[in-house]
């Protein structure tokens, strides 16, 4: 059994690890947090708002797990409720109305699955987000910063471009729910990580991200800078595309057709 999938999922899910509002931190200028869904409440598991990138107006969106006890629990585990999809949606479009592109950050292990979250609408949020990001009219740019779970990922990452730290995971469930589903025991997560096909490296073979980012120098500057540098970069050469949306399309729409024929 390949050991290293289960071993890429420990690392993705380490404490000490930078989280979305890390990034936001050391990467944008001026930021400015917008809270709640104005539907509901102001989910603490997803951080937004708009900021300046090499003096670019941007609208930044993190799902942001925490790294103490503490902060996890004030922050849900970065599990999302479906006001926190939603408060992402209303950012989203009010930077569609405004020109800006979008810079979301992803971590997390799934959307929160309790009852109160089902009764809030939760695969409906899910469903709705990745139905609006098709057709966005600004540049967007998801980077899998952690862990990549599920639908709960999925819905900030309809993106132009999407990117994976080398350590990150992706996948349609975590291997613990997978090992539960078809062994009935969690305890064969390893086994179940080295059959997800969750790697970065699965990943970009596969085509549903386009780049690898090197963790070199992780959490220092000028690690940021380099991640600053090429989301500066790609958002320039997305700017000029007069052909996002149905590129966007394109792109979704060609994914696993190679498996296919």
Known sequence: MNEIPYERVKIARDNGRPTGTDYIKNIFKNFIEFHGDRYYADD????????????????????????????????????????GYRKA??????????????VCFIDTSG?????????????????????????????????????GGS????????????????????????????????????????????????MAEDAKSLGVIERILSEKEIGKKEFYDRIGK????????????TELVGKRYDRFRSIGMDVIR
């Not at 937004?48 to 585990?77: M, Q, S, W």
């Not at 949606?89 to 979008?102: C, V």
């Not at 959307?111 to 695969?123: D, K, L, M, P, S």
């Not at 994976?164 to 349609?172: F, H, K, R």
Request: glycine share 8%; proline share 4%.
């Open 151 to 198: 639908g709960g990922a999925l819905a900030l990452a309809v993106a132009d471009r999407v990117w994976m730290l080398e350590n990150a995971v992706y996948s349609v469930i975590s291997p613990e729910g997978c090992a539960s589903i078809l062994w009935k025991d969690a305890k064969k997560a390893r086994e179940a990580a080295a059959s997800l096909k969750l």
């Open 89 to 102: 949606l209303r950012l989203m479009k009010q930077a569609e109305k405004f020109g800006r592109p979008i």
């Open 44 to 83: 603490k598991a997803i951080v937004g708002g708009i900021a300046r990138l090499d003096g670019i107006p941007v609208t930044v969106i993190a799902i942001e797990k925490g790294h103490t006890v503490k902060e996890r629990n004030y922050r849900n585990f970065g599990a999302p409720h479906p006001e």
């Open 111 to 147: 959307a929160y699955c309790g009852v109160e979250a089902e009764e809030r609408g939760q695969g409906h949020a899910i469903a709705r987000n990745i139905l609006e990001m098709t057709t966005l009219c600004v540049p967007v740019i998801s980077i899998l910063i952690g862990e």
């Open 230 to 241: 090429l989301i500066k970069e790609e958002l320039d050469e997305l700017s000029r595309d």
